[in-house]
């Protein structure tokens, strides 16, 4: 299987590796991704063996022959191309030639010929594309199999779980960091924490939440990508700008309000599950009533 990002993809990703393995019960399964997700894929049991594409460029004469060496090497049965790049189809041509191909590279062997593909939802999409290479059915995203000790984190009894923040070139696609402080200090006057993740990039975000609310904590920095989903299973809800962390915390089954604005399209891409959408052309016009009776509705 192919698939090497980004976070909220490859978490969508985790029904079609799912149906692939069933598919497959007795064979030896190989994913190539990248770096920011290797722990995530070995932990899971979809994969007898995962690879490191270091994504080289096409003048990479050297880069290239040495993903071309190691393409081969395996003598793949079957390829399943759930990246679906420009960038994945090339590498069509660097298996074993006649290799049967899942995916939309020229001659591919199992083309996904639906001429509306790219209007389709993730998740749709890649169940189409398997049932199109002889799948028939693909589940939805399931982190339940993640395991952590968490005792490190010392989470409070009852807590919601935060994600204000997000890739930084993308300021559009969060909401105002005052009205999560909003949010989080009607939490604590319902003896309801709030726990806070991101990166250290993300700390403007968190900051305002913090100054906000006493039942506030912040674990940015502190938390490895699998954790994330243990945390989530224990929140009592999850609230989250359209962000990696949101589908890890919906894909792990917690009941998650997620905000969006024009700059991605939910049709396309929201993670499902328990999951209540927002959106609004700018984030700015969204009202902390608003997002405090999407809550209340989500966890009544």
Known sequence: MIKLSALGDFVQAMGPFAAIRAHHPD???????????????????????????????????????????????AKFQMVYDLQTSDRSSRYFHLVQSGTPWS???????HP???PGRNFMHTIDRQADQ??????????????????????KFRLPQTFALMVPGGAAHRAGKRWPAERYGAIARRLGERTIATVLIGTEADNDAIAPVLAASSTAMSLADHTELLDIPAIARQAW???????????????????????FSN?????????????????KPDLAQLEVDEVWEALATLTT
């Open 237 to 259: 809800a999850a609230i989250g700008n359209d962000t990696g962390p949101m589908h890890l915390a919906a894909a792990a089954g917690c009941r998650s309000v997620v905000l």
């Open 130 to 151: 398997l049932r199109m290479a002889g799948i028939p059915e693909t589940p939805l995203p399931d982190l339940s199999w993640v395991e952590r000790d968490l005792r």
């Open 27 to 73: 064979a030896r399964i190989t994913l190539l991704t990248t770096k920011p997700y290797a722990a995530l894929a070995k932990a899971s049991p979809y994969f007898d063996e995962v690879w490191i594409d270091h994504r080289p460029k096409p003048w990479d004469v050297p880069g290239m022959l040495r993903l071309r060496k190691m393409l081969r090497s």
């Open 263 to 279: 700059e991605s399209d939910p049709a396309l891409c929201a993670p499902r599950g328990r999951v209540e959408i927002l959106r």
């Open 103 to 109: 995916g939309i590279a020229t001659n591919a062997s």
């Open 112 to 114: 996904h010929a639906n």
